[in-house]
């Protein structure tokens, strides 16, 4: 069985209208990328994601992480998209491109990626979620309940290949340093971190024993990058399922819970992450809420079979009214915290400009 890489690259490289979606032009020419790479054998296979106003090239290939050639292939699709997306007039073109020129690879260059290299097994369940108006440690929470709440998992209890528990890979975004933890042992050191999403994040989940992630994240955030706000670092995330793995429900089970994430309206407002059907991934009220699409696909020597539309199921309208209820219940707190984000994290916005404004007509008191 041979190892193949999953690579899921996103950018917002214009929105229409305003934030809230992709234009279908922009759309077409993703694809024709996605196929003319297919035809010359860069990738295997190829699916075009997007939620809101974020499109994610989901692609199969034999060339590792962080490879130059797949990296150098999405840079050129977003430039490609950006110059359509500058003549049909759509929303912050070219938006996620913070360089003028590509380098390498894409850290630092704005796109986000999740990737993972493993051999394939003979069924290879994965789904890949994609989320609009927040940033890389939405993922925090739901990933700790897959892989480490028995309240959602049931499997951690009864299923002898996962009862030892899974290791998690957590960054330190201010700092640039990351530390593995063991679960469950290492349980409650592991929430004092990523308990504060907007700095840790998990960026990867194996099973012990093996360097083979399980689940992968995108973890950039553009303000770090380029020092001043330029939009948000709207997230990816892949994992896989079954056979020793959490089963598919049970890594849908955290979207159950539209829990409150940071990014929405001008990236400074925190909301509920709604979990929504590929229809419905359009953010509107207020640019949102905050969303989640989740596709689900089998993957057969490296072809994306799929993708199914997994949390666009009935089974997710209590969590889709719950969110709609707590959006209600954040918005009528205006511009007070905490569904504006606290004073810290305001710093990455158009804020401190106001401030300027005013800092001399402060006296000591
Ligand atoms: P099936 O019996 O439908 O394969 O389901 C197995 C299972 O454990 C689902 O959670
Ligand atoms: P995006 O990061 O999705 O472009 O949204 C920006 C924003 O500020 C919406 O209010
Ligand atoms: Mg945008
Ligand atoms: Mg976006």
């Known amino acids: 069985m041979a190892e193949i890489t999953l690579s899921i690259i996103k950018a917002d490289v214009g929105g229409y209208v305003g934030h809230s979606d992709v234009h279908p032009e922009l759309r077409k020419c993703c694809v024709v990328q996605l196929e003319k790479a297919k035809k010359e054998g860069l990738i295997i296979d190829y699916c075009q994601g997007e939620v809101g106003d974020d499109i994610a090239l989901i692609i199969t290939h034999n060339r590792g992480v962080e490879n130059e050639e797949i990296h150098r292939f999405a840079w050129d699709t977003f430039t490609a998209m950006t110059q359509v997306a500058k003549e049909y007039g759509q929303y912050g073109a070219g938006q996620d491109l913070l360089v003028d020129a590509f380098s390498g690879n894409l850290k630092g260059m704005g796109p986000g990626f999740a990737e993972m290299t493993f051999e394939e097994r003979p069924s290879e369940p994965v789904i890949v979620f994609l989320a609009d108006k927040t940033e890389p440690g939405a993922w925090n929470m739901p990933l700790f309940r897959m892989f480490a709440d028995p309240f ?24 640039e340093r990351k530390i593995i933890f063991s679960l469950p042992e290492e349980m409650y050191d592991m929430l004092v971190f990523i308990g504060s999403p907007s700095r840790y994040v998990i960026k990867h989940v194996f099973r012990k024993g093996s360097d083979e992630p399980v689940a992968v994240t995108s973890t950039q955030r553009l303000f770090l990058m380029a020092g001043k706000y330029v939009g948000k670092d709207d997230p990816v995330m892949a994992v896989r399922c079954q056979s020793g793995l959490p089963a598919v429900g049970e890594v849908l089970e955290p979207f159950s819970f539209p829990h409150a994430v940071a990014g929405w309206m001008r990236g400074s407002h925190h909301g509920p992450l709604m979990p929504v059907g590929i229809e419905d991934d359009t953010p509107t009220r207020f640019d949102g809420p905050p969303r989640v699409v989740g596709l689900g696909f089998q993957l057969k020597n490296g072809k994306l079979i799929g993708p199914r539309d997994m949390l666009g199921d009935k089974s997710f309208d209590n969590a889709r009214k719950l969110a709609l209820d707590a959006a209600d219940y954040f918005r009528r707190h205006g511009p007070f915290e905490p569904h504006r984000l606290p004073l810290e994290e305001m710093e990455y916005t158009t804020m401190p400009n106001v401030l300027k404004k005013l800092k001399d007509r402060f006296k000591p008191a």
């Open 152 to 175: 959602n998992t049931i499997g951690l209890v009864i299923d002898p290949s996962m009862h030892e528990g899974f290791r998690f890979e957590v960054l330190d975004l201010i700092e």
